[in-house]
């Protein structure tokens, strides 16, 4: 029996069932959103064109939303500035909520740029 057992465990670990990939972190460039999953598996979508739509090629499928904050702080607003005076357009992540919605409904919300 005792040669049985680990068999057996060995068995139903191969059963189980294998959870769907989930969202790991979202990046936001000007122009791009990625959506990194927990399998390494980044799926990228042009969210200017497109503010709010659907992966459908990302693993189960994912919905976004890119809200961008029209109204930054002044700390924002003149560093931007700088930025873009010395010719760094891009350089800084958009200020905006995403919220992407995985394939059973529920909701992630993930803010740009990160919190650290």
Known sequence: MR???????????????????????????????TLVLTDGTRCSVDWRAAPAGRMENCGPGYGYAVTVEDNPNILRQLVEGVVLALGGEGVLAPMA???????GGTDQVFVSPPER
């Open 97 to 103: 909520e995403v919220v992407v919605t995985g394939p």
């Open 3 to 33: 040669k049985v057992l680990p068999f057996v465990v060995a068995l139903a670990a191969c059963a189980a069932p294998v959870a769907e990939p989930g969202v790991q972190r979202v990046r936001l460039t000007d122009t791009r959103l």
